[in-house]
């Protein structure tokens, strides 16, 4: 049997578990530079507030109705996540956090359908009591079948945040009232061609003929309606597949109007990609560079990109980084108000798989790359940099909502007075 867990509006969630006087009240959570809505608690949504709006839209909602609005607090959102991971795998055989909110846990044992909800309740109480985060519960005996059961417990009516998936009248049930773009790994755009041919819910997508789906669509959706009727197809291991792109990429947190602000800009994020690229013992043979505005300007919408090809492909952030002025001459227009850029490194190889050139010079040096990231593992990012990157912090994310990071700060660190 297999449960998937996951709190409800998380962001929104973790802000009320240091602010007791807000569990009753509505909050709302914004994006990096306090952009867009991207978590609301169960209250807030009653206002008719919306995830992935911008804020400047919802503004007067929050103003009317006194809805408090917090920036993204990462380090207590990471700080709880861990403990509400901790807390759920003490009752399962094995988990795979899936996300930051979401987790699944493997029970090898056998039990009664009623025995299995009364540890799903089990389980929400306990992350309560401990975590004090609220979560839904969803059994079924796939991965698939408990993402659907845990839609159940959220959205349908009766279930009170449990509901498990054990006998074919209750996956029946579920099903047919799920619409098919619910179910895990079924979007917007894949819903819409299955709708054509008249699979509207989950139920009717479980019905079809394997061997057909994977000829008309693909083997992930065949095992998706595989799953769907309590085959096992989707297995997890500790060992990911190395990233194939790896982007970087972020809001200003004030406008960019020169050159030479961008080129700092776009610097760290190439400072920041090529880390993770190290990490997976990679190499990139390119990168692409874009800057934009932001479409809700007044001015009309600029946004260019720029592919740009190495000689031999690099993980040396030097090298990538000796690139940029003359990728920034491509991007960069006057007048423009830069509201957003990044960098991506799109043509990734496996540094043990990786045959040289003989003749080719390869000006890499990876143990000055091995000691970089060894010095900022240690006392903390951006230790020591690339120096055109700069050294004032005019880029930093701008998060005028924030609220004390309570657990990993000892300054704020709650004090109770009895």
């Not at 988990?95 to 389980?123: C, K, P, Q």
Request: with cysteine; net charge positive; hydrophobic share 35%.
């Amino acid at each position: 049997m297999f449960f998937l867990c996951d709190a409800s509006g998380f962001y929104s969630s973790a802000e009320k578990v240091m602010r007791p006087d807000l569990r009753k009240k509505p909050v709302i959570t914004l994006s990096n530079n306090d952009g867009c809505v991207v978590a609301v608690c169960p209250i807030a949504k009653r206002l008719g507030i919306k995830k992935f709006v911008p804020y400047f839209q919802v503004k007067d909602v929050v103003e009317k109705y006194g809805v408090t609005v917090t920036s993204s607090n990462y380090e207590l959102y990471h700080s709880l996540s861990t403990k509400m991971m901790d807390t759920i795998g003490q009752f399962a055989d094995d988990i795979y956090v899936y996300s930051i909110d979401e987790v699944f846990a493997r029970f090898n044992t056998a039990l009664s359908h009623e025995s299995w909800m009364a540890l799903g309740r089990e389980i929400r109480q306990t992350v309560w009591k401990e975590v004090r985060l609220p979560v839904g519960a969803g059994g079924g005996l796939t991965p698939t079948l408990a993402k659907a059961a845990s839609h159940a417990g959220k959205r349908l009516p009766g279930y009170n945040g449990v509901a498990v998936i054990h006998s074919e009248q209750e996956r029946v049930n579920i099903l047919e009232q799920m619409d098919v773009t619910d179910v895990w790994g079924v979007g917007r755009r894949l819903g819409q061609k299955l709708r054509a041919l008249g699979i509207d819910n989950a139920l009717q997508l479980s019905q079809q003929s394997p061997a057909r789906i994977r000829k008309q669509f693909s083997i992930l959706l065949e095992n998706t309606v595989r799953e769907l009727n309590g085959e096992l197809r989707i297995h997890w291991d500790d060992v990911r597949p190395d990233k194939q792109q790896i982007y970087s990429t972020r809001t200003f947190g004030a406008r960019v109007t020169t050159k030479a602000e961008l080129h700092k800009a776009i610097t760290g994020h190439c400072e920041s990609a090529m880390r993770k690229l190290r990490k997976q013992r990679g190499l990139t043979k390119a990168i692409t560079v874009f800057a934009s505005n932001s479409p809700h300007d007044d001015a009309r919408y600029y946004r260019k990109s720029v592919y740009h090809q190495f000689a031999l492909p690099t993980m040396d952030t030097r090298l990538v980084t000796n690139a940029i002025p003359a990728v920034i001459d491509k991007i960069y227009k006057p007048g423009i108000c830069f509201y957003r850029c990044g960098v991506g490194l799109v043509e990734i190889l496996s540094a043990a798989n990786y045959q040289a050139d003989l003749f080719a010079e390869n000006k890499d040096n990876p143990k000055l790359m091995d000691v970089l990231d060894a010095v900022n593992d240690r006392y903390g990012k951006s230790t020591l940099q690339i120096a055109s990157k700069g050294f004032t912090k005019t880029h930093e994310m701008k998060r005028q909502f924030i609220t004390q990071r309570a657990t990993t700060r000892w300054s704020d660190i709650p004090t109770i007075q009895c």
